[in-house]
């Protein structure tokens, strides 16, 4: 079959599941061939070797499995990181909170940060490119985070720099760090996800309790109890009223909320 053809019918497969089946087509087909989406155009007449490899994703993709899974890697910030099932795959809204954090990093000339639940490492690795004087410790309860972190802290070569321990929020940190970030789950257990993150995405990394803001409240108590002065945390579009209820009642001194870039609120910026 030629990349024109298999391109049509994987097209003609993906509609169900892709907002843009063609799109996605066709960078699945890149994938499998380890060629650019220019190259496709140039050769649709070319003949494709081991076509049913590529039915093989094309089939995955269409049962809703995300792409960043099947190929094995997400774009985020200004890398490439590698990601697997059991891993959340990083979204750009993390962004924001990285960009908040460094501006704090880099005023205070802060050394030692602390980050609870790496995941792929997407905020670490991003934030120990960005100060190449910084330290950090970086929390996870799951073993595949931390397997799959450790792998993209090497690839970066920042694993001198970060250091990922196996923890629930900062238990098993006793360090002196200056400021702490965290994109923790916050989605109430009850929440129906769409079904390529529900059905896909690890539910660790999904779920903070019943309410969903449990997580986020005992992240704050514990930077307070051990006198951390700096706390970034994204958190759910809906939370901004009892996380300001919770700063109130437990004395925050000083504490400011950020929106996503589509206008929802989404993490906040505490001073201890
Ligand atoms: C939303 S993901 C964030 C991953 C990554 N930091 C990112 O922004 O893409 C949350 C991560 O927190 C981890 N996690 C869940 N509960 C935790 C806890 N009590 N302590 C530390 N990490 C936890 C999950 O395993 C998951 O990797």
């Known amino acids: 079959m030629t990349i024109q053809q298999l391109l049509k019918e994987a097209e003609e497969k993906l509609k169900e599941s892709c907002e843009r089946p063609r799109f996605e087509a066709e960078l699945l087909l890149s994938h499998h061939l380890e060629e650019d989406r220019t190259y496709l155009h140039a050769f649709d007449n ?5 076509a049913e490899a590529f039915r093989v994703l094309v089939e995955r993709r269409a049962k809703h499995e995300p792409y ?5 890697e997400a774009s985020f910030y ?4 590698k990601v697997e099932a059991g891993v959340l ?4 809204e993390t962004e924001i909170l990285i960009d908040l954090v460094a501006e704090i990093i880099d005023k205070k000339n802060l050394r030692n940060i602390a980050e609870i639940g790496v995941g792929s490492g997407a905020i670490s690795v991003v934030l120990a490119r960005k100060f190449p004087k910084l330290t950090i410790i970086a929390t996870d309860i799951c073993d595949a985070p931390i397997k799959v972190a450790q792998l993209n802290l090497e690839k970066y070569k920042v694993d001198n720099r ?3 321990r196996k923890s629930s929020i900062l238990d098993e940190v006793n360090e002196a760090v200056e400021l702490v970030v965290s994109n923790p789950p916050y989605i109430a257990n009850d929440f129906k996800l769409e079904k390529n993150v529900g059905e896909y995405e690890p539910k660790e990394a ?4 019943r309410v969903g803001d449990e997580l986020l409240k005992q992240i704050v108590l514990d930077v307070k109890a051990k006198d951390i002065k700096y706390l970034a945390c994204e958190m759910g579009y809906d939370q901004k009223e009892p996380m300001t209820q919770f700063f109130n009642d437990i004395g925050v001194k000083y504490y400011k909320f ?4 589509a206008g929802f609120d989404r993490g906040f910026v505490v001073e201890f």
């Open 46 to 50: 070319h003949e494709v070797k081991e």
């Open 68 to 72: 960043e899974y099947i190929v094995g």
């Open 78 to 81: 200004d890398i490439e990181l």
């Open 89 to 92: 795959i990083p979204r750009p």
């Open 162 to 164: 970060v250091h990922i």
């Open 206 to 209: 999904l779920f903070g309790g």
């Open 258 to 261: 950020y929106k996503d870039l």
